[in-house]
């Protein structure tokens, strides 16, 4: 009976200090998140044509579109919540948000110049309406990222970041850390690498494509059968590929725990062709096709041509 005493009184003491701790040194440090944002701010401007539009931002969300323009619009959607001593200070961090700059070819916004003040809680979301062509270089670490038709070049850096790209005219290269990636009706070369997410490429174009993640499914549609290599790879998760008819290429699909299932004819004569692994041809071969993944399946299935 002692020892239980003991132990309840040990472990109300325990408790005790846990709760001193996270009210006196926790709390204060803790923005506020209940209520309306100390700083509410919608801002638009517009600035002459770019050939590159880059962006370095924290939190917040980005969407992308182009259109027949001579001018790139940016509306940033500023909201924070902080622990700044007064109205004045406030006003001051804010004014020092978003910055952008610009040489001619290049328009360069920047959420945050200066580093982030302790007790603060910010959250800017974008909308930039861009020409058609103009090359995308986009850095945003807590939020999802969407592009629209017509853009060049695609450069995307994220954390824990969902990132979609629509019908690029040039190559596409995104990474996300935790997130799902998504590249529809791409012609260049793409290649994309998350850790936590699913990756889905949809392309109609002679490029490459790279895919990797670590825990999530890869699947891509090849609508034309002009296609270039493609290496996709994940440790955990199923791989799916579905061709169009008149599609040719060497194929080596294989995992460790799973099983490669064909719907399409595949030349092995010279190859291998066993539950967990193929090697050979379709049609004539042509370009490379590499599919790996430690735990999971591999589907190969015929689609639509989409000229």
């Not at 952008?100 to 800017?124: F, Q």
Request: with cysteine.
């Amino acid at each position: 009976m002692q020892a239980l005493i003991r132990g309840i009184v040990v472990g109300l003491v325990v408790a005790g200090l846990i709760l001193t701790f996270a009210i006196t040194v926790l709390a204060p440090k803790l923005p506020s998140t209940v209520g309306p944002p100390d700083i509410r701010e919608e801002r638009s401007s517009v600035h002459p044509a770019a050939r590159r539009v880059r962006l370095d931002n924290a939190d917040g969300s980005v969407r992308v579109e182009t259109r027949g323009l001579d001018a790139v619009h940016v509306t940033a959607s500023i909201r924070a919540f902080t622990r700044l001593d007064g109205d004045e200070a406030e006003a001051e961090y804010a004014a020092a948000l978003v910055q952008i700059e610009e040489d001619g070819y290049c328009l360069d916004i920047v959420s945050e110049p200066a580093p982030r003040p302790d007790g603060v809680s910010l959250r800017v979301d974008y909308t930039i309406l861009a020409p058609e062509g103009a090359e995308l270089d986009i850095g945003n670490r807590n939020g999802n990222v969407w592009i629209g038709p017509g853009c060049g070049r695609v450069t995307v850096r994220g954390q824990n970041t969902d990132i979609g790209v629509e019908a690029p005219e040039g190559a596409v290269d995104a990474a996300s850390t935790n997130g799902r990636i998504r590249v529809l009706d791409a012609q260049g070369d793409v290649n994309v690498t998350t850790a936590n997410g699913n990756v889905y490429i949809h392309r109609r174009g002679a490029g490459s494509s790279h895919a990797t993640t670590i825990n999530g499914a890869i699947e891509m549609h090849v609508l034309t059968p002009s296609v270039g290599d493609a290496d996709l790879n994940t440790q955990n998760g199923d791989i799916t590929l579905v061709l169009c008819p008149g599609c040719q290429m060497a194929v080596e699909a294989s995992t460790a725990h799973g099983a490669v299932r064909t719907e399409i004819p595949v030349d092995a004569a010279d190859g291998v062709q066993r539950k967990n692994r193929i090697n050979g041809r379709i049609g004539g071969g042509g370009p490379n096709f590499t599919l790996q993944t430690l735990n999971g399946d591999i589907r190969l299935r015929p689609g639509r041509r989409r000229w």
